[in-house]
């Protein structure tokens, strides 16, 4: 049994070097991937966002409230219109993103004590830039105006704390936990990476059990009575061409692929991450802890497709075809809640899903594996499941045949 599982183990670690398919999934797509995550996101956050103003005030409050906006980093004040035309026609050729329209008026409803009403023109089809264009424009043009307001109290001779509590008549404390300066290459770069190893995780161990391809020729082992009646004869000893013993084939191979996939796993913890200037507050343990329930679940899943699907292209296009959606599916970019009833199904029926809940844990919040205990069951239940069915199908496949 051990032979045997060192035997199929160094099998399949040398098939990883010399057949492509092995070669393309797990030994160029991961590095080259992992670096070019990390490159489109290397800025961390967008700045400079072009936006137009349309002052039709043309007041010393609104080249204030300009001021405001050109010394923003998130903002990038362009030029200047002078209709909505110019507007609606700047934005379809994709010059710029927003628009401030200052009403003619504006600083006399002030000075009254008027709210005066501020246009925000944003394109919302790219729904990333919209909010952080809303995000940047009200927070500069609600401070800007506020602190005009309370200029403008101070000096009628209203006491300190009334003129606040008209500037401001709700104060919120709000604090940024895990994220705060809204990095994406923070919130990005880790959730495209691990999505990229399921897939070529599954991809590749749904090559795995196809006994006729992926071993060139049977397994050649000298019968019991052969070996006991060793002779120096010139005639040949009696031969089997055995079946592989399922359990040494599941555990060597398997080896073997959560080998490569901790391998790359850690290259992306302890590699990737500091080069990229990647935070995270987890620790060794746990993130070895929760990768190899994630590693073994994908690999379970990769030779249950394997095991059922004899056709290598077949069972590599339908492990795809699972793993393509894993992304939007997992709730990374769109909450599993507020999905359909369907969406939410096929969405547990992903590793990916429970690995991203528990990796959100330690890598972001530094959490220990005791928070992991649901999303740890839950990887459970597909190696539990997928494991054992691929085994039975696997073994029903092999028939002993005498040469």
Partial sequence: MIMGVNYFFLQQLKAFFYKKSYITLLLIIPPVTFVLYGVIYQNRAIHNLPVVIWDQDQSELSRELVFFLEASEGIKVSTFVNNQTDIESGMQKGLFHAC?????????????HHVPKIGLYINSSNLVVGKLLYKHNMEILLTAVGGISLK??????LPEQKAMALVRPLRMDIRNGYNATFNYQQYLVPGLITVTLQMLLIMAAALGLNWKNDIP????LPSSSAASQRTHTSKPENTTARSPDASAVFLGKGLAFLAIA??????????ISPIFGIAHQGHFADYLILFSFFNV?????GFLLSAFLSDQMLASDFALFYTSPAFVFSGFTFPIWAMPAYDQFYAQILPYTPFLNGFIKTYFMGNSVEYLKPELLHLSIFIGIALPLAYWQYRRKLKPQDV
């Fill in 100 to 112: 401030i329209h200052f009403p003619s008026g504006m600083e006399n409803d002030i000075k009254r």
């Fill in 152 to 157: 403008k109290f101070r000096l009628e001779g």
């Fill in 217 to 220: 020729e049977p397994v050649m």
């Fill in 262 to 271: 901790t391998f790359w796993s850690l290259v992306f913890l302890y590699v």
């Fill in 297 to 301: 679940a994908c690999i379970s899943v």
